[in-house]
């Protein structure tokens, strides 16, 4: 068949797809059969192969098979980047409608169609039947945020045709076009464009418009040996994934949310962050992530399900609340080993706030990989006067742009001296934000342990030693009485410090 014309009918698919279901059955195979709006999926021992439809709409054109096999190739191409044990090849599809054949990649001589061929999974390791059962875990949420960080840095920039910001309103316009009566929510969406729109041009400018995933909700997410994997990227619209890269990670945080898991959320965005690096783009974050919700309002709308488009909405107007007319700028010191990183963890899942720590920072500046441990020679570099400065400087800049766009912050650090403490609470005062200072403390044998223990799993960013503690105790400026710290015992078992710190968080946000 010549794949340059329209060529199959929905008839003729009908057939082609029963009679290869029936083939597979007719082996002994149990085969699942899932149809879409625009595709059919054979399940059959350890593959799913996936047929488009032969149809045209207004956002996509089937109606080829040189048009089909090129978006088999695409979703090939997008989802082999986050999910390469899950996608295998594109096969075409010969003989006749009636008794069709699968040939194998490069056999295409008279193909009649084609198909993706993917590799099974679990449905039950789905982010979104995890969250669903309560089986989403920590872990899987910092190593999600992990693999989308990486993900992202490892893009190129898009082409300049893609990112404008005009298209960006354009989009978010759309939802109110097809959910109309959402005033409060439409004129959000106005006056948060109007604010964001310079950061979007100058990040378009800078390269963050790159070719994501685009559609990357918990449904599209599965865990394979222990591993998050994003799949089903949008493949037949590039204008849904040429975008700010902090669109594809605003659609987890508000899936999370969505899903009713407000600090599993609050933990990937700050853990995205971090680990990339990218903390210019999360200014953006409740405008994408109420964008992403109304989106999913649509859809709730087009298959009128008044139940999930309530939800929806509701998840809207809560996120479009995030940003904070005085937000809150939180200090957490100590020295090695007495519970930072700990405490900062769940006190951001509490307030709502993002993390800055100073271990990475510092590496970050240096160009040094998070859990690299540097010689005694770069040790000097690395923790020297200078590289301090900087990396103070570093976590004062982070922490005020993330202030001005109204979101509270959490800064991990030592904060040996009373002028890196101050600085800070420059910074909150400068911002209109509240600033507060915890103190953590732990014996003097449990931070050795601490640290000891830390040192041999060599899975944190603290190069911390003993020595260095004994050097912190003994330059460390004490934290004055008019300093107003607040002091949080870390010497107790994971669950009552997380007791400890979610107490410390209401009086925190109670001041």
């Given at each position: 068949m010549d794949d340059t014309r329209a060529d199959l009918t929905p008839e003729q698919h009908r057939t082609m797809v029963a009679a290869l279901q029936a083939a597979f059955g007719a082996s002994g195979e149990g085969v699942e059969r899932i149809e879409t709006h625009i595709s059919t999926l054979l399940l059959h021992g350890a593959f799913a192969d996936k047929l488009r439809k032969p149809l045209a709409l207004p956002f996509l054109d089937f109606s080829t098979a040189a048009a089909r096999r090129h978006d088999c190739e695409e979703e090939l191409r997008l989802n082999r980047r986050t999910?390469?044990?899950?996608?295998?090849?594109?096969?075409?599809?010969?003989?006749?409608?009636?008794?069709?054949?699968?040939?194998?990649?490069?056999?295409?001589?008279?193909?009649?169609?084609?198909?993706?061929?993917?590799?099974?999974?679990?449905?039950e390791q789905l982010l979104a039947r995890l969250a669903a059962r309560g089986a989403l875990t920590d872990a899987h949420i910092d190593a999600l945020a992990r693999r989308v960080a990486d993900f992202h840095a490892a893009l190129p920039a898009s082409p300049a045709a893609w990112g404008d910001p005009a298209e960006v309103l354009r989009w978010a316009r759309a939802n109110f076009a097809a959910l109309p009566a959402l005033a409060d929510l439409h004129d959000w969406t106005e006056r948060e464009f109007e604010r964001i729109a310079p950061r979007l041009a100058l990040r378009r400018a800078q390269g963050f418009v790159r070719e994501g995933h685009g559609d990357l909700h918990l449904g599209n997410i599965v865990v394979v040996d222990g591993e998050p994997l994003p799949f089903d990227a949008i493949e037949f619209n590039p204008a849904l994934r040429h975008a700010d890269t902090m669109a594809d990670?605003?659609?987890?945080?508000?899936?999370?949310?969505?899903?009713?898991?407000?600090?599993?959320?609050?933990?990937?965005?700050?853990?995205?962050?971090?680990?990339?690096?990218?903390?210019?783009?999360?200014?953006?974050?409740?405008?994408?992530?109420?964008?992403?919700?109304?989106?999913?309002?649509?859809?709730?709308?087009?298959?009128?399900?008044?139940?999930?488009?309530?939800?929806?909405?509701?998840?809207?107007?809560?996120?479009?609340?995030?940003?904070?007319?005085?937000?809150?700028?939180?200090?957490?010191?100590?020295?090695?080993?007495?519970?930072?990183?700990?405490?900062?963890?769940?006190?951001?899942?509490?307030?709502?706030a993002i993390r800055v720590r100073s271990d990475v920072e510092r590496k970050r500046l240096a160009g040094v990989a998070v859990t690299e441990r540097p010689t005694a020679e770069q040790a000097q570099a690395l923790y020297g006067a200078a590289?301090?400065?900087?990396?103070?400087?570093?976590?004062?800049?982070?922490?005020?742009?993330?202030?001005?766009?109204?979101?509270?912050?959490?800064?991990?650090?030592?904060?040996?001296?009373?002028?890196?403490?101050?600085?800070?609470?420059?910074?909150?005062?400068?911002?209109?934000?509240?600033?507060?200072?915890?103190?953590?403390?732990?014996?003097?044998?449990?931070?050795?342990?601490?640290?000891?223990?830390?040192?041999?799993?060599?899975?944190?960013?603290?190069?911390?030693?003993?020595?260095?503690?004994?050097?912190?105790?003994?330059?460390?400026?004490?934290?004055?009485?008019?300093?107003?710290?607040?002091?949080?015992?870390?010497?107790?078992?994971?669950?009552?410090?997380?007791?400890?710190?979610?107490?410390?968080?209401?009086?925190?946000?109670?001041?």
């Open positions: 999910a390469p044990e899950l996608y295998l090849d594109v096969r075409p599809v010969l003989g006749t409608p009636g008794q069709p054949r699968i040939g194998e990649p490069g056999d295409d001589a008279g193909a009649i169609d084609w198909l993706l061929r993917m590799r099974r999974f679990d449905n990670a605003a659609f987890v945080f508000m899936d999370l949310w969505r899903h009713g898991l407000t600090r599993p959320a609050r933990r990937f965005a700050s853990g995205y962050a971090e680990h990339g690096g990218d903390y210019g783009g999360v200014p953006l974050l409740p405008f994408f992530a109420v964008y992403r919700a109304l989106v999913r309002a649509q859809v709730a709308a087009i298959r009128n399900d008044e139940t999930a488009l309530q939800r929806d909405l509701r998840c809207a107007a809560s996120l479009a609340a995030m940003r904070r007319a005085r937000p809150l700028l939180v200090l957490v010191s100590g020295v090695s080993g007495s519970g930072k990183s700990t405490v900062t963890l769940e006190l951001l899942q509490s307030l709502g590289m301090t400065r900087r990396t103070y400087a570093q976590l004062n800049g982070i922490a005020a742009n993330l202030l001005r766009a109204g979101l509270n912050v959490i800064v991990d650090a030592a904060a040996l001296r009373r002028d890196e403490r101050d600085a800070l609470r420059s910074v909150a005062e400068a911002a209109g934000a509240d600033f507060h200072i915890v103190e953590c403390t732990a014996p003097d044998a449990v931070l050795r342990e601490r640290i000891t223990k830390r040192l041999a799993e060599n899975r944190d960013a603290s190069d911390a030693t003993l020595a260095v503690l004994d050097l912190q105790l003994r330059v460390r400026e004490a934290i004055a009485p008019d300093e107003n710290a607040l002091v949080l015992d870390t010497h107790a078992d994971r669950a009552t410090v997380a007791q400890r710190c979610e107490a410390m968080a209401a009086t925190i946000a109670a001041q």
